[in-house]
């Protein structure tokens, strides 16, 4: 999780070996000495790291190691100007490893937003074939990339959410429901504006605020469930805030290196983390979840073996289970439409499933980090349109990740230590997205819901699927909460849908908003009945064309559902029925009805039931259950239906 500064780590390491092998401009005392900064720096002793690498410095000017890593310590330290004048001590050309000092004041230029310096220090590498040409020529690109940027600025209001989310220290990888009921965030505990964070008491903890009459509360601590005394983070809430996933490193239960848990949620308590293992984690790295509002695709990031670059963005199909457990398939990678032979990053998955929000180094940036938006192509189940860069000044030349933006795709949510000079380092700011290059595809809307036992109304969980009825393609799953039968449900504003809700031993529920209705389930709660003979369901997503008893496509998926239904109740038996309005003849919606029925029951038949376990009748107007005087009502009776007639 400590993404950034790993690999300071890693060059502290290579200067050390570099000054004992290859610097005969320093004498074992001064590499002694420097080996002893260097373990300092690395245990978070910044104070008293810097007296050593000063007396390095001013005593051996030849010594460009120790100059490095006293440019590095600045950095830490937060003083820049510090850093960038450090470097400019040694980037002389008859200094040893010229250009390699080059590449470090022009890289601090480029992360203070200095481009205009940093482009004329990365001139100074002469055109060949090394690899500090290249990457001074990829500078110079995002440089100038960086001032199109910025002479082109998109729409910006930001605003710090408060001491309710944001804590005294570093806050970061923000996360929110679709009914914003709940926010998470990740917190560097300990960690202060300027100070190290490799102190002992220095560790990553997840933290979880509640919403209350309109206010976040403060914001609490885990707790046992999630957090330890090493570093958790990088979690993402589901969009019903029904599981928490996170990144924990080196854990006993780990398959090694970062690997992604997750927790459910019992009304306000949360469960004990579980890792579900191969083949989801690797002893590669696995990190920043996405859980997708269809609830069967979890988008991450990893630099596990198969990949474009350095760190790419994967997804894996994903089974709710009948207790709300969680089975992960083998993942894919995103591939070329996402991905680039750069690092590849904290993926979000909006709530309309169709908007892809990542941050990259591959794509067309300002340096560092930047957060990108792809749209699903039309028609496509794996296909993204090319990323665009959602522009400045929410991305710079600084690391941007951690985006993500609300269902109703008004407002988004991330993390900066550049808003505001607030003594705390970073906080977490809510953005209003206005009109442009980087809102989600589609418009959402939320309602709540519960469910219970028909006969004893206590509370159940249950599977919710709902479902595109246009489109033909899932739009949300979910399973209620046990405690309390509650779930949220999130759809696209304008489309037509279907719902059904399921548990073993139990009828299903179907019914369909189309996309005029306000979407609600009932204050009463949505109820199943246990399976009984002489019980019924009304197929709310059957469809035939008018008049007609030719059924529509749209239909598929309900009779799909009620085939997995028989197939999971092998001894149930049913009826077909089809009922109509009053208008005509009674003989012809008789007739009307029992060819509607009979067309249901041959698809049946078709994908595998057993004809004895079925019969079909056509009822006509014989049994309404509306009134015939309204549109609404004769709606209501142009139905079909099933009975149970054997368990």
């Known amino acids: 999780m400590r993404l950034k500064y790993i690999p300071i780590l890693i060059s502290l390491a290579l200067f050390c070996s570099n000054a004992q092998g290859n610097n005969p401009t320093a004498s074992k005392k001064e590499i002694k000495n420097y080996e002893t900064a260097v373990i300092l720096m690395n245990e978070g002793k910044f104070k008293e790291a810097l007296p050593m690498l000063n007396k390095l410095t001013l005593e051996n000017n030849k010594f460009v190691e120790a100059y490095w890593t006293l440019a590095e310590l600045h950095m830490r330290m ?17 200094a040893p490893r010229y250009q390699n000092s080059v590449m470090r004041l022009a890289a601090a230029y480029h ?71 709940w926010f998470s965030t990740t917190v560097k505990v300990g960690k202060r504006e300027g100070e190290s964070e490799f102190g002992k008491n220095v560790h990553e903890d997840i933290f979880i605020s509640k919403k209350s009459e309109g206010t976040w ?15 958790e983070g990088a979690q993402s809430l589901s969009l019903d805030g029904r599981y928490l996933f996170f990144v ?36 590669h790295w696995e990190t920043c979840p996405s859980f997708s509002p269809t609830g069967d695709e979890l ?26 457990m969680l089975k992960f398939s083998e993942p894919i990678n995103l591939g070329g439409d996402i991905n680039t032979a750069e690092d590849e990053f904290s993926p979000f998955i909006h709530a309309d499933n169709h908007t892809l929000f990542f941050s990259s180094k591959g794509w067309k940036g300002m340096g560092g980090y930047d957060i990108f938006v792809s749209y699903k192509e039309e028609g496509s189940a794996n296909g993204w349109e090319e990323p665009r860069n959602i522009g400045h000044p929410i991305n710079t030349c600084k690391d941007e990740i951690g985006f993500v933006v609300n269902a109703n795709g008004d407002k988004a949510f991330y993390s900066s230590d550049g808003q505001e ?53 899932p739009t949300f799953r979910a399973v209620s909460d046990k405690s309390n039968g509650e779930f949220v449900a999130c759809v696209p504003e304008d489309e037509d849908f279907g719902v059904h809700v399921s548990k073993k031993g139990y009828l299903f529920h179907s019914d369909y908003f189309a996309n005029r ?110 009134s015939n005087s309204t549109d609404k009502g004769r709606a209501m009776n142009r139905r079909t239906e099933i009975t149970i007639t054997a368990k």
């Open 421 to 473: 000079a607030n003594k705390r380092g970073r906080d977490i700011y809510e953005l209003k997205l206005k009109d442009g290059n980087y809102k989600p595809k589609k418009k959402m809307k939320y309602a709540k819901g519960k469910i219970l036992d028909a006969e004893t109304h206590k509370p159940m969980q249950a599977k919710i699927d709902i479902f595109s009825i246009k489109g033909n393609e």
């Open 111 to 181: 992360e203070n937003c200095d481009y205009d310096n940093a482009i004329k220090t990365y001139q100074l590498i002469p055109e060949s074939k090394s690899s500090f040409y290249t990457r001074a020529q990829k500078g110079i690109w995002e440089c100038n990339n960086a001032l199109d940027f910025i002479k082109n600025p998109v729409p910006f209001e930001a605003k710090n959410m408060g001491k309710n989310i944001n804590t005294e220290f570093d806050d970061y990888w923000p996360s929110i429901t679709a009914d914003e009921g």
């Open 517 to 626: 209705d306000t979407l609600n389930f009932e204050k009463k709660g949505v109820t199943l009945e246990k399976i009984e003979v002489g019980k019924k369901i009304i197929l709310k997503n059957i469809f035939f064309d008018f008049d007609k008893t030719t059924l529509k496509k749209e239909s598929y998926q309900e009779l799909n559902r009620l085939i997995a239904f028989l197939k999971e109740n092998p001894t149930v038996h049913i009826e077909l029925s089809g009922h109509t309005d009053s208008k005509g003849t009674h003989d012809y919606n008789i007739t009307l009805s029992e060819n509607r029925a009979l067309v249901a029951y041959n698809y049946l038949i078709k994908k595998g039931i057993p004809a004895k376990r079925l019969t079909h009748k056509g009822y006509g107007p014989d049994q309404p259950i509306a």
């Open 248 to 283: 924990a490193c080196d854990r006993r239960t780990g398959c090694g290196g970062c690997d992604i848990y997750y927790s459910i949620r019992q009304g306000d308590e949360w469960s004990n983390a579980i890792n579900p293992g191969k083949p989801l984690n690797t002893q």
């Open 217 to 231: 509360l403060p914001i609490k601590n885990a707790g046992q469930a999630m957090n330890t005394i090493n570093n």
């Open 299 to 324: 988008y991450f990031a990893s630099n596990r073996p198969g990949g474009k670059g350095k760190s790419d963005i994967w997804k894996c199909k994903v089974t709710i289970e009948e207790n709300g």
């Open 78 to 94: 937060g003083n820049q100007e510090k850093r960038i004048a450090t470097l400019k001590k040694i980037t002389k050309e008859n």
